[in-house]
C-alpha cells in the first residue's frame, strides 16, 4: 500500500513540475522581438527628408532612409536599385523569407538584402528614381492596408 502511496505521489510531483516549466521558445521569442526593435531603432545616419513632388494637393515630406546595403545570400543582386520600398525588417533570417515568400505570392519581386548591422531587409520594389518609388510605396500601403502601412523607403548608399 505504501509503494502505490509513494509512487502515486511520485507521479503528481512530476506531472506538476512539469506543467510549470517555462517554455523557452516563448523567452526566444520575446527577447528576439525585443532585438529586433532596438536595432531598427538605432540608426547610424539620420534619414534624409525629401519633399514629394507637387501635385494638385500638396503632399507631407517623404521620409528616406540612407543606408548601404547589399543583396543576401543567394539573391539576385541586379534587382536592387538604388531606391526600394522596405516592408520588412528581420534578424531572423527565417521571418525574412517567410514575409518575402508571403509577398512572391501576392505578384511582388520581393528580394532580401542586408545592412551593416546585419538586419534583413525585405525589399519588394526597387527603382531608379525616387518618384517611382514612393508611388509604389504608396500603392503597397493602400493595397495591404492596415498590414504594411509602416512600409517605409531605402536609399541604397552605394
Do not use: H
Amino acid at each position: 500500500m505504501k509503494k502505490i502511496i509513494f509512487a502515486s505521489l511520485a507521479l503528481i510531483s512530476l506531472v506538476s513540475l512539469s506543467s510549470c516549466k517555462a517554455k523557452q521558445s516563448a523567452y526566444r521569442k520575446a527577447y528576439e522581438q525585443a532585438k529586433q526593435r532596438e536595432v531598427a531603432t538605432q540608426d547610424t545616419k539620420p534619414a534624409a527628408q525629401y519633399e514629394a513632388p507637387a501635385a494638385s494637393t500638396p503632399a507631407a515630406p517623404v521620409t528616406v532612409r540612407k543606408e548601404r546595403v547589399s543583396t543576401y545570400s543567394g539573391e539576385d543582386a541586379t534587382r536592387l536599385k538604388r531606391f526600394s520600398v522596405v516592408v520588412g525588417s528581420f534578424q531572423n533570417p527565417t521571418n525574412a523569407r517567410s514575409l518575402k515568400e508571403r509577398m512572391e505570392g501576392q505578384g511582388y519581386n520581393a528580394v532580401l538584402a542586408t545592412n551593416d548591422a546585419g538586419m534583413l531587409r525585405v525589399i519588394v520594389a526597387s527603382f531608379d528614381t525616387r518618384d517611382e518609388a514612393i508611388a509604389s510605396r504608396d500603392a503597397i500601403r493602400s493595397r495591404f492596408a492596415p498590414d504594411f502601412k509602416d512600409a517605409w523607403l531605402l536609399e541604397n548608399d552605394l
